[in-house]
């Protein structure tokens, strides 16, 4: 479908793309909640072949195996990284532990997919990029929102050039988060920017394709929250030229859902780019993303707006894993290489250098 020779929305691939192979074993470090809600259900749908699974926690090894008709539950880490079956490694452990758990997956010559935050400081994940690229192995990052319908809609159509010049880029939430569903995240310091807008900062950079050159952000607490760490973000991005990033996120709503929003735009010189992410409406089982664009590129200039199909969660779990499955199939880098996503963990401490020192942080701070 072309209009003028301008391909439309429905010739943009949007959809998690999958190797031809997907034989290639998986095995999985941590039976945790994100692993049963979204990796595995996400493996299932995209027909990847997950060999074994290991946790700390054996129940919660077996329990999943059982769930998911899972060959092995190993009874130790040794056994899992010496199975010759398996070629790729998920670890999807708390950060704190995933330095050490690297170099263990690396050692035994297995690529691996790591969680987000890929560190809980600049250093822990400078280290692991470190490793991976001494090993010689190929490291990604299941920071997945960049495969969410919306989001990856939004870089096609950017790369496309139908914006132009791209201008601003904004995503803004206002949503009721009971951060209390998982005790540990009310006991930290850092929390908003680290384990949730990380995902926007790494969305808004993967749609303009460039870092920005510096941020300036501020963090907030609701009166008598719970929890210790910041639950209301503002994060302003200045990049080079005349390019400007936004987010604006707000866990603490006190009236019901039918006021919730999360949006995205885009905007730039010939088009606008705006739309909704489904997984923060009708929650917890959320809703389609939704997306409209325009562009003085395409004739006559009118709003476009494609239904999209999957969600964040768990569709977009395909997306990183797919992407490492391709990146060995073809053998090129992925593109959440852990390389590639020390941009993003330098925005998440760029961030909060700029709460802490109330000053604009330039991420070349972060070496
Ligand atoms: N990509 C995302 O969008 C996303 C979403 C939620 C959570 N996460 C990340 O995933 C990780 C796990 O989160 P969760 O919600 O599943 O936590 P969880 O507490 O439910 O599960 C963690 C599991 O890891 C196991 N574990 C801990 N240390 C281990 C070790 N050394 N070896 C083997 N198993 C070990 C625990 O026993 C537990 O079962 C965290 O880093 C979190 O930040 C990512």
Redesign the pocket.
């Known amino acids: 479908m072309t209009n003028q020779g301008i391909p439309q929305m429905m010739d943009i691939d949007y959809k998690p793309k999958l190797p031809k192979n997907k034989s290639i074993g998986i095995g999985i ?8 809600a ?1 990796h595995l259900p996400a493996y299932r749908m995209a027909g990847f072949n997950v060999i074994g699974i ?4 054996r129940e ?1 090894a077996l329990a999943l195996s059982e769930e998911f008709g899972i060959r092995h539950a190993f009874h130790s ?1 040794e056994d899992l990284l010496k199975n010759p079956e398996i070629e790729v490694v998920d670890i ?4 704190k ?2 330095p050490d ?1 690297v170099e263990r997956v690396a050692a035994a010559g297995k690529h691996l997919l790591c ?3 890929l560190g809980e400081s600049y250093e822990d994940a400078k280290r692991i990029a470190d490793t991976v690229t001494a090993a010689g192995v190929k490291g990604a990052v ?4 960049r495969w969410s319908p919306g989001i990856k809609a939004s870089q096609l159509i950017v790369q496309n050039g139908w914006l132009g010049e791209v201008t601003q880029a904004s995503i803004q939430v206002n949503v009721l988060t009971e951060w209390e569903q ?1 005790p ?1 995240i009310t006991k930290i310091d850092r929390l908003e920017v680290m ?1 949730h807008s990380i ?1 926007y900062l790494d969305s808004i950079r993967s749609v303009l394709g460039k870092a920005p050159e510096y941020i300036y952000a501020d963090g907030a607490k609701f009166p008598e929250q719970s929890s210790r760490g910041e639950t209301r973000t503002m994060i302003h991005m200045k990049f080079l030229g005349e390019t400007r990033g936004l987010i604006h996120d707000n866990h603490n709503h006190i009236a019901g859902q039918d006021d919730w929003y999360a949006t995205f735009r885009f905007e730039g010189t010939e088009g606008i780019i705006k739309g909704t992410n489904g997984a923060l409406y009708n929650y917890p089982e959320g809703r389609e993303d939704t997306i409209h664009y325009l562009s003085k590129k395409i004739d006559p200039l009118q709003w476009h707006s494609p239904e999209l199909e999957g969600r964040w ?1 768990p569709d977009a ?1 395909m997306g990183t894993m797919g992407e490492l499955l391709l990146s060995i199939e073809e053998g090129r880098e992925p593109e959440n290489s852990v390389l590639d996503n020390l941009d993003t963990i330098r925005m998440v401490f760029a961030s909060y250098r700029s709460m802490e020192e109330n000053r604009p942080v330039w991420l070349n701070e972060f070496r």
């Open positions: 470090i941590g039976a945790g909640a994100i692993v049963q979204c290991y946790d700390v926690n919660r880490l999807a452990i708390p950060a532990y995933q758990m969680q987000k935050p299941n920071q997945q929102m998982w540990w384990y995902h969660f779990f």
